[in-house]
Structure formats: C-alpha cells, structure tokens
T-cell receptor, first 114, second 115 residues
Framework: SQTIHQWPATLVQPVGSPLSLECTVEGTSNPNLYWYRQAAGRGLQLLFYSVGIGQISSEVPQNLSASRPQDRQFILSSKKLLLSDSGFYLC?????????????FGQGTRLTVV | GENVEQHPSTLSVQEGDSAVIKCTYSDSASNYFPWYKQELGKGPQLIIDIRSNVGEKKDQRIAVTLNKTAKHFSLHITETQPEDSAVYFCAASIGRGSTLGRLYFGRGTQLTVWP
C-alpha cells in the first residue's frame, strides 16, 4: 500500500534561518506531488506541485522554494524564514494515469517562526 | 482562478442529528469535488468525493450532492456521533492529470457533535 511521510512533525525556527522540510512517498511510482500551507483558521493553499523529477510549478509568489531530486521525494525550502512563513505545511500526492483518482495528504509539519 | 466558499464556519449538533455543510465554486471547468476531514494536528483525510458526471453519492452515513448548474455541492452526515467532531473541508479541482491534486479548498467547518 502507498504511504506518505513528512518530517519533522513540529519545528521552531528563528527569523532569518533556513528551512528544509522533506516528504517521501512509498508504494507508488511517478506520483504527482504537492506542497500546501494551512494558516491558522484558514483552508489549505497550494504552494507548489510537481509532475516529475526536477519539474516544479509554483502557485503563489512567496519566500519558499521546492525541489524534487528523486521520483518520490519532495522538499520545501527557504533560505531565510519570515514570521509570515509560520503555518501547517502539508505534502500530498496523487497517482499517475489511471491511478490518479484522489489526493492523499501527509500528517503535516507545524512550523513556528519566532 | 477557482474560488471555493464554505458555510457554515462552525456547526454544533446533538448526537444523532444530521449535519449539512455547503460549498460553492466559481470555475465551471472544475469537475472533481472531494471532502476532507481533519482532526487536530493531523493531515486531512478524504472521506468522500464526487465527480461532475453524477449528482449524488452516498457512503453509509455520509452523502454528497452536486449541482453543476448552480455550482454548489454539499456534505450530509446523518446520525452524527461524537467521533464525527472535526474540521471538514470541501475542495474543487479539474480532476485529471496533475490538476487532480491541485485543489482549491474552502475555509473549513468546525463540526462539534455533543453527546
């Protein structure tokens, strides 16, 4: 069966520090991968999505970047965190071709920038 | 882009009663409408979804209806139980290829079921 892993679960970082959040998917090949952010009391907003290795599309301008160095690995990064980067970050995947029937979310990373 | 509105933001019901959450969307190209349940500190879990070629779908106590003409869809939970308490999100996307997971979410409904 397919599983998605995100880490760390919680993170407290000072303003101006770098960020690296990692997401990996197991049990599937060629997944579509997504990074979402959930601000307090709000819905989820799509930040990035990727249809393959090295292919990244950004949905909104921001202080963050994403990379996909391997087929089932998706990384969210920042060189210098801002207070406004605080939030709940969720990685998601959907299948390829006929397996593309729904999107599955990881358990999320709670990021607090202080 | 797509805009999804969700109401109400909070909903309290007595155990055993029904709960209804409503959403509207703006992009007529959207054809995939999932509903997610999110418990505190966890990622959203898909509970039911509907595609534009059907008007209603049911799974035990949960049902979803879709009106493409009016661009709205609703979640119905019958015989609610305390464990149904969570935040529920509706979403919309163009459900093919990489766009299926490019979901536009409503702001969520905090459902509380009182025993």
């Amino acid at each position: 069966s397919q599983t998605i892993h995100q880490w760390p679960a919680t993170l407290v970082q000072p303003v101006g520090s770098p960020l690296s959040l990692e997401c990996t998917v197991e049990g599937t090949s060629n997944p579509n991968l997504y990074w979402y952010r959930q601000a307090a009391g709000r819905g989820l907003q799509l930040l990035f999505y990727s249809v393959g290795i090295g292919q990244i599309s950004s949905e909104v301008p921001q202080n963050l970047s994403a990379s996909r160095p391997q087929d089932r690995q998706f990384i969210l990064s920042s060189k210098k965190l801002l207070l406004s980067d605080s939030g709940f970050y969720l990685c998601a995947w959907s299948g390829f071709g006929r397996s593309n029937t729904e999107a599955f979310f990881g358990q999320g990373t709670r990021l607090t920038v202080v | 882009g797509e805009n999804v509105e969700q109401h109400p933001s909070t909903l309290s019901v007595q155990e055993g009663d029904s709960a209804v959450i409503k959403c509207t969307y703006s992009d007529s190209a959207s054809n995939y409408f999932p509903w997610y349940k999110q418990e505190l500190g966890k990622g959203p879990q898909l509970i039911i979804d509907i595609r534009s070629n059907v008007g209603e779908k049911k799974d035990q106590r949960i049902a979803v209806t879709l009106n493409k003409t009016a661009k709205h869809f609703s979640l119905h939970i019958t015989e609610t139980q305390p464990e149904d308490s969570a935040v529920y999100f509706c979403a919309a996307s163009i459900g093919r290829g990489s766009t299926l997971g490019r979901l536009y979410f409503g702001r969520g409904t905090q459902l509380t079921v009182w025993p």
